[in-house]
């Protein structure tokens, strides 16, 4: 049989896309690079999956999962011909304990739509990345995605207790559990970030939090950006630990206020919004603290939100920086890189000088607390030699803070645009350890083949070393 | 050159035991079984231990790691010749950085002097095992060793940010970085638990937490131990995430007051120990909020710790129940699983049950808020049939626990004693993964043979499944 004809026989007719239009449309996530899938299917079930894993292997090719699209590194496109694996119509909340505080949701709930279903018990799911309108759990576990309040709750790997995954082989398997600490080798944490080249993850066991009964929000200006910087690292200092510490530079600030309106203080050189949460009076004398050290570095600019509404509308502003950053040109590369946040002020003034030196108008949106900086630069591709300075400069960006002790990614993944920048973060003995990770559950290299892992990774000579 | 000769190369004669009666000393760690290492070796650097590694691979024996040997699993032992590899000389604390803070210190740091040394800086690592004043760091990491404080703070895993690994061909590699959210596969969390079966950790990176400004301890007791377990329940449901949530049962009590004199209520059947920390008003508005559960659900005996003094009192009863056990009888035998929270009173109904119906005397000590059970029988070996009639009863509960949706262990490690038992949690998929990604680090198979994993969890034959 035809592939389509096998796939419709796993999914019906009406989930197996295959008009032309309709394929480049999922040739695209949000990173900078273009693939072509031969086809695209939109199962609804584990069953299903496991089907469609079987039809690959018969025909012999790559299975590509992918949510909503919204991932900044190029980890969902087919480079080759592949079966893409939407996870638009398996999105279900299959079961939320209140008092376990954990619920069974399948790969394609919308993040945001998640804890808008536990508010009724007084939970949510902490990560909360800035595209949670629309990005997916199941994007959210492939790629780690992390968000403002990942500061205090931790990253996503700790919000995941287990996931139920369909292997290269059409195996399934869940690994984690319920439990707080399962036995034997963690392979949760091998899946969480692994961006579906272990498998296709169907169903996630997810840990909830209780809504803090009090949370205050305060916005804070200052004329060199270096000011806000050495603010975050004073309060983490101090023993506070904000719910969110979110720092943007001048252009971001600007670029935000033209769109959402918020009143934010454009002439500000750096904009802190810092947000304290938990019982009431404890959050008073937090908030009490981090305004003094805001004041001591020399803010001029500090107002708290009054109400719910207007919190909310400084997140929006947060959360819309990159709607706001495609008003202004027509394509924007975002990076995303993370340092000990004990050099986050050093790191910053030798990523502006980077920009500088490649003559490009920079933007910078930062998870102060976490360390994790997000360069952005607007431009315009169809300028001539344009794309190949952004890069460039990027990839300067990316090993300035791998030289300070920084990671590759903060929480958006490698995928395809980082992938062989993996050398400059583990010798060969680490990737050959992944790469064997791989073949335990994806012995073909079935699974989004050609990300995350360098292509040479695997070093089947290692290990058969005669000592001396 | 012999094996002894070849050891004091590398570490010096000092360093190298051989003494039969010495050997004896490490035949056991604070499990069951005993086995018998042919050389015991003290290295003190990275160095070393990839010279023993060398020295491993030319004698072709197995290295097996161990920490104070407390580990209550049988994990730290040699069952066949082996060199043992002990961590008790290698144990500086190598960096503190109290504004990033994290520390880096070598895995024979007894975990207790971890918590003293970064007292000054107002900060402790959370892990906080019944064995802190004698358990290293290195065998928390092994393990995923936790203690009562793990309820509030996450279970090890989060408390490591990265390890060097002597691997099983001597590489020497870092897995988990100083960032919060490193890239590609999670091999960190991979070796947190791993039992020394990887290779042999050398250095460990852990996340210190600021020590919270206000503390307050409630101890109380209840005619039934359901209604202390149901409390447990409702303390967490009201949304309080107390520091830590302890139980102990009647027998345990009443060893426990008798070893230590703490004024426990000895007439009770159940004994709670619930603390609240964090800002001083916040942690009154919570233990109000703690006492009325409590009391609603009928304490017959409830006390604040009046100050610090009388506290560290009723936590040494807590931390000393192991060492008032041996008190009682000759031999215990301590298990170590977990279930859900929500199905606790349930559970230990049904563990009371099974050591009835045995005949056996047992006693109860409970991480209640995290769900994590001790059922420990204390009795006497010499008795003919007795220790066999304490593993059947013991292997009824941990499979009742696994029925309840629970763990194996809930935090002392699987090394040989449950190590068959992973086939009532894992399908042959997921072990097979396990013993590939043992096979990535150690593909030899010189690291701890023979823990963790069943014999037979690799399957050479998955992964090459022809499709139907």
């Given at each position: 049989?035809?592939l ?5 026989t796993v ?7 295959t ?5 480049h449309?999922?040739g695209k996530?949000?990173?900078l ?6 086809v695209?299917v ?5 069953d299903?999956i496991?089907g469609?894993?079987?039809v690959?292997r018969?025909h012999d090719?790559p ?11 190029s980890?969902?496109?087919?480079t ?11 999105r279900r909340i299959l ?12 790969p394609?709930v919308?993040?945001?739509?998640l ?14 990345p800035?595209?949670q ?7 959210n576990?492939?790629?780690?995605a ?8 931790g990253?996503?790997?700790?919000h995941v207790l287990?996931?139920?995954l369909?292997t290269?082989?059409g195996?399934v398997v869940?690994?984690?559990?319920e ?5 034997g080798l963690?392979?949760r944490?091998?899946?969480?970030g692994?961006?579906?080249t272990?498998g296709?993850?169907t169903k996630?066991l997810?840990?909830l939090?209780?809504?803090p009964p009090?949370?205050?929000t305060?916005?804070?200006g200052f ?5 806000a ?8 200092a101090?023993?506070?630990?904000p719910a969110?510490?979110e720092m943007?530079d001048?252009?971001?600030?600007v ?9 934010l ?8 919004i ?6 009431p ?6 908030l ?7 004041e ?8 708290v939100a ?7 509308t400084?997140?929006?502003g947060?959360k819309s ?6 008003q ?6 975002l990076?995303?890189?993370a340092?000990?946040?004990t050099?986050?002020?050093?790191v910053v003034?030798?990523?502006?000088e980077?920009a ?6 920079m933007?910078?949106i930062?998870?102060a607390?976490d360390?994790?900086l997000?360069?952005?630069?607007a ?5 001539p030699?344009r ?5 460039q400069a990027?990839?300067?960006i990316v090993e300035?803070?791998?030289a300070?002790?920084?990671a590759?990614?903060?929480?958006h993944?490698i995928?395809?645009?980082k992938r062989?920048?993996m050398?400059?973060?583990f010798d060969?003995v ?17 699974c989004?083949?050609?990300k ?7 070093k089947p ?8």
């Open positions: 049989m035809s389509v004809a096998d796939l419709e999914v019906g007719p009406e989930r197996v896309i008009e032309p239009l309709r394929l449309l999922y996530d949000a990173g690079l273009r693939g072509n899938p031969t695209v939109l199962p609804e079930s584990t299903e496991v469609i894993m079987h690959a018969r090719l299975v590509v999962p992918r949510g909503a699209g919204t991932g900044l590194a980890g969902a496109i087919a080759e011909p592949a079966i893409m694996v939407a996870a638009t119509r398996i079961d939320i304990d209140p008092v376990g505080r954990t619920a069974w949701v399948e394609g919308v993040n945001v739509d804890s808008r279903a536990t508010r009724p018990y007084g939970l949510h799911f902490a990560p909360d800035a595209s309108t629309a990005s997916t759990i199941g994007g576990v492939a790629t780690g992390g968000g403002p309040h990942c500061l205090a709750e990253t996503t790997t700790g287990a996931v139920e369909v290269g082989d195996d869940t690994l984690g559990s439990a707080p600490d399962p036995p963690d392979l944490a091998v899946a969480v692994s961006e579906g272990l296709i993850v996630v997810v840990r939090l209780p809504n009090a949370v205050r305060l916005l804070a004329d060199r950006i270096e000011h910087a050495s603010a975050v690292g004073d309060i983490i101090a023993g506070v630990v969110a510490l943007m001048h252009l971001m600030t670029a935000v206020e033209n769109f959402i309106h918020a009143d203080p454009t002439e500000a050189d750096g904009v802190l810092a947000e304290v949460a938990g019982h009076a404890a959050v008073d004398a937090d009490d603290v981090v305004r003094r050290i805001i001591a570095n020399g803010a001029t600019h500090l107002r009054a109400d719910e509404r207007e919190r909310a400084l997140w929006k947060r920086a990159f709607g706001a950053i495609t202004m040109a027509p394509d924007y590369y990076q995303d890189t340092v000990p946040r050099r986050l002020a050093e003034a030798d990523v502006y980077i500088r030196r490649h003559g490009l108008a933007m910078n930062f998870h607390g360390g994790n997000h360069p952005l630069v431009f315009d591709a169809s300028e030699g794309l190949d300075t952004v890069k990027v990839d300067e300035r803070c791998v300070a002790d920084g590759l990614s903060g929480e993944g995928g395809l645009e062989d920048l050398h400059l973060v060969d680490s990737l050959d350890a992944q790469a064997r990770i791989k073949e335990a559950f994806d012995p073909e290299g079935r989004n083949p050609g995350v892992l360098p292509l040479d990774a695997r000579e290692l290990g058969s070393k005669v000592p001396s």
